[in-house]
Structure formats: C-alpha cells, structure tokens
C-alpha cells in the first residue's frame, strides 16, 4: 500500500422540505470531519435551486481497510452536516461515514417552523445520529 497516496470520497448533500418534495435553495450547509473523536470544520456551503451542494471530495483512508474483516482503524472518514435555512429547524446529521471512490448523497428534510414563530427566533435544532459502527 503506497502511504503518499491520498484517497476521497465525494459528498453532495440534498437538503428538501415536505418530506423531500421541494428542495430549499441557499441553505447553509457546514461540513465537520470527525478527526481523532474532534470534529473540525472542513467545508461550509450553499444549495443551489434544486437544492443540492456541489460534490465536494472529502480525504478518506485507503479502500484497501475495507477488505479487511479486522481493520486495524475504520475503512472511512466520518463527517458531521449541520444544515440551517430560514424558516426551518436547524438539522445536524452525525458521524456520516464516506467511503474512498464513492460518491454519497445525504438527504436531509428540513421541517418548517411554525407560521407565528418571531422573526429572529433561534430555531431549536433537530439531530440525527448515524453513530456507531455500520454493519457493513
């Protein structure tokens, strides 16, 4: 295995309301990779009118950990999205794990807030925790 060697996974994250029937445009989305159990702030980005991030590539260990049923460290990176639009809840998905030489979409589906809630209200946060190993 060449250790100079740098492997990425691709992300595009797809960030929707009403159960994923209409996308929300200018979404901020903010990537954190999960580093030594850190999170840091890798990437913060915008949705477009179909609601989507440009695929952003994102380091990964080498593809060869997957092969083996005893790695001796996980066989992907781990990345934080935390989403926020206004007039939405802000969302926080945890530990989405990416893969070397795959492209993942993450969906995230917003929930609006309610219609008599006070402009400038901080939006209380809805989390989803994909931690844990994956049964993969």
Do not use: C, H
Request: proline residues 12%.
């Amino acid at each position: 295995m060449d250790q100079t060697q740098i492997y990425y996974g691709k992300l595009i994250v797809r960030v929707t309301s009403a159960d994923a029937a209409i996308p929300v445009e200018d979404a901020t989305v903010v990537l954190r990779i999960v580093d030594e159990k850190r999170p840091r702030i890798f990437a913060v980005l915008t949705t477009d009118e179909s609601g989507e991030t440009d695929e952003i590539p994102i380091p990964t260990p080498p593809p060869e950990l997957s092969l083996s049923p005893l790695p001796s460290s996980p066989p992907y990176s781990m990345v934080n999205i935390e989403v926020t639009a206004f007039g939405y809840y802000s969302t926080a998905n945890m530990n989405v794990p990416i893969f070397a030489g795959i492209t993942s979409v993450q969906n995230v589906n917003l929930l609006a807030l309610p219609e008599d809630s006070p402009e400038g209200m901080p939006s209380p946060e809805v989390i989803v925790s994909e931690s844990g190993t994956p049964e993969i």
